[in-house]
């Protein structure tokens, strides 16, 4: 399954002829890097109005850089070269607020020189997984189009600044908690010790089935008590704090996928707690004893 | 600043006593870390003999050029000192600043060959070769967390750990000496005494001087402490009470040991858990809440405690989330 790595909104520019101008095409798209179910990367270039894929090049590591052109007096045009080719491709920065070009620049780069390193990362208002169409009008600070939850950049800078305090060890929490929550429910509230603990004394032999979860070389053995110390562990709760700001960012269709979840599931934590709901109802389902629900 | 390629490739690691221990222990050298609490006298006889003090703090940045109080740069100094050249790795290279001025350490081929690699080289091209040892960067990064839902990207160009910074404190020749990778060259803070406790008690003095000169409250700082491996002293004398029959103190050295081997556990646990990508066992997790038909009743839960904190919040109150 592909696996976007990163995205953010950008155009393309196409060559003049045989000159060496360059004209901006004002159509509306995004460069996404994902790796692809190939194994390798690729880089793509995804027109927003239509959703399609007009570009898919697939990179090898340290083949590709991508480079501001510094003759452009806009100053928002780069360049995709190859060292074993004489191929370039030319992109222009569709994000109305230019102050994040640098780190999408510094994020491709990092990208194409080691595929492994980079996070998971999207620009804001731009989400590559939502299947409608555009959902990102040119004016960037609606607030959500199509059902599909979009953070804002105060959200966002929020979202940072929230990370930010994550730190080591999970101490963080407290300046975040300083700031203001966004409006959705916390992830962090539905997995705690206290909601866990019933469920592990109700059903004792979670203890092996959860076991492959866990770290292969953890100095523990499968019980009860051990998984009890697992969640009441700085380490689980930085990881639930984790994927719970990522959900927020509402980017996360391409990851959830990856848990046989429906990209909507990726949107949020709600729509990610329903769809677990509707995968435990499926499973039982197929398990033959139906759960009865109201 | 860039924000770009100044990683090379290094994680965030956590600063934490039992990652520096499993560090240490990948590197071959047979030491601990510990935090330390207090720079009291008690406190720091427990670890004795201490090698080295690492005083971490948030940088608060636009910190002089100039050496700091009481010390003088001493650009002839003649050990091992590495310019901190890629964000990320201030960690590792604290330690290595640290074990690479103990005299007669043991440590492992790999980072001996290192160090004498880098000997006679200028601070800049010493952090360029420590930074570039691949070996090294895998040691380090094998204790950060897996990156698959890691929300770092979000956090540049300045990511978290651009704000700490890491000074390590040592004797040397002698002298106590300050080696900050942000500085051009290690700072000499004067002679110690060799009686009594040795070269921490100049170190205690300088290290309260620099806190010192911080307003209250403005920055945070940990220290952290490398010494001897307690284990094999412990057992030792525990041994040699046992064999002369004097039980009361067996016992106490005895209560050492299991404080120190529970300490261990729990770092080995820790260390496991850190490394550790939770999305397949949160999934599982939230999977069988749901199958109990539990995952209702605690979204639910969730809702009220997201209504409570915006009451609170309404009220003014600061709010805690954990």
New interface residues.
């Given amino acids: 399954m592909a696996e976007t790595r990163l995205a953010f909104k950008a155009g393309r520019l196409f060559r003049r002829g045989n000159t060496n101008f360059v004209d901006a095409d004002p159509t509306k798209g995004a460069i996404l890097l994902q790796n692809g179910e190939d194994g390798l990367l690729h880089f793509i270039w995804k027109n927003r109005s239509t959703n399609e894929i007009e570009e898919d090049l697939i990179l090898f590591p340290g083949d590709a850089t991508f480079a501001k052109v510094e003759q452009s007096s806009w100053g928002r045009t780069y360049v995709l070269k190859f060292s074993s080719s004489n191929q370039r491709h030319f992109f222009w920065m569709q994000d109305a607020d230019s102050s994040r070009d640098?780190?999408f620049?510094?994020?491709v780069?990092?990208l194409l020189a080691?595929p492994s390193?980079?996070?998971?990362?999207y620009s804001e208002g731009y989400n590559p997984n939502s299947a409608g169409p555009s959902s990102a009008p040119a004016a960037s600070s609606s607030q959500a189009s199509a059902g599909s939850y979009q953070a804002t950049p105060e959200e966002?800078a929020r979202?940072?600044s929230i990370?930010?305090t994550?730190?080591?060890?999970g101490s963080g929490?407290?300046a975040?908690?300083?700031s203001?929550?966004p409006?959705?429910?916390?992830?962090?509230?539905?997995?705690?010790p206290a909601?866990?603990r019933?469920?592990f004394a109700?059903?004792p032999e979670?203890a092996q089935?959860?076991f492959p979860?866990?770290?292969a070389?953890?100095?523990?053995p499968p019980t009860v008590e051990t998984l009890e110390?697992?969640?009441s562990?700085?380490?689980?709760?930085?990881?639930?704090r984790?994927?719970d700001?990522?959900l927020r960012?509402g980017l996360l269709g391409g990851?959830v996928r990856?848990?046989g979840l429906p990209e909507e599931a990726g949107v949020g934590v709600?729509p990610f707690?329903r769809a677990?709901?509707d995968?435990?109802?499926r499973?039982?389902g197929d398990g033959g004893d139906r759960?009865d629900t109201d | 600043m860039s924000g770009d390629d100044d990683s090379s490739g290094w994680q965030l690691t956590e600063s934490d006593p039992g990652v520096f221990t499993e560090l240490l222990k990948t590197l071959g050298v047979p030491l601990v870390v510990d935090d330390l609490y207090s720079l009291d006298a008690e406190a720091l006889a427990e670890l004795q003999p201490v090698h080295a003090l690492i005083f971490l703090f948030k940088w608060v940045g636009g910190e002089s050029n100039e050496p700091s109080s009481g010390g003088q740069y001493d650009p002839e100094f003649p050990g091992f000192f590495a310019h901190q050249v890629v964000n990320n790795a201030c960690a590792t290279l604290a330690v290595m600043n640290a074990i690479g001025n103990i005299p007669g350490l043991k440590m492992g081929p790999q980072l001996s060959e290192l160090l004498s690699f880098t000997a006679g080289m200028d601070p800049q091209t010493s952090g360029m070769a420590i930074t570039s040892a691949d070996w090294l960067r895998e040691a380090h990064n094998a204790l950060s967390p897996p990156s698959a839902i890691s929300l770092e990207g979000l956090d540049l160009p300045k990511t978290t750990e651009d704000a700490y910074h890491f000074i390590v404190y040592i004797p040397y020749a002698g002298s106590v000496y300050e080696l900050d990778g942000l500085k051009q060259a290690p700072v000499k803070h004067g002679v110690y005494s060799e009686s009594g406790e040795g070269w921490v008690a100049k170190a205690r003095d300088v290290i309260q001087a620099r806190i010192a000169t911080y307003p209250p409250g403005a920055v945070e700082f940990s220290l952290l402490a490398v010494h001897d491996d307690p284990l094999p002293r412990l057992q030792e004398q525990l041994a040699q009470l046992q064999a002369a029959g004097r039980q009361a103190e067996a016992g106490e050295v005895m209560m050492k040991l299991s404080n120190e081997n529970a300490k261990r556990e729990r770092w080995a646990f820790e260390n496991s858990l850190r490394k550790h990508n939770y999305l397949g066992f949160i999934h599982a997790l939230l999977l069988n809440m749901a199958k109990a038909g539990k995952l209702e009743a605690a979204t639910e839960g969730a809702r009220k405690a997201l209504q409570e904190r915006i009451e609170r919040k309404k009220k003014g109150e600061l709010m805690d989330e954990d």
């Avoid at chain 1, 390193?117 to 990362?121: E, N």
């Avoid at chain 1, 070389?217 to 523990?220: C, G, Q």
């Fill in positions: 640098e780190e620049v510094g994020n780069n990092r080691d390193i980079v996070p998971i990362w966002l979202i940072r990370v930010s994550l730190g080591a060890g929490g407290q975040a908690a300083a203001q929550p409006p959705e429910i916390s992830l962090t509230d539905v997995l705690t909601n866990l019933p469920l109700a059903r979670l089935a959860l979860h866990l770290p070389d953890l100095p523990s110390r697992v969640v562990s700085p380490q689980f709760r930085a990881a639930v984790n994927l700001m990522a960012t990851l990856t848990l709600e707690l677990l709901q995968q435990a109802r499973e039982e759960m």
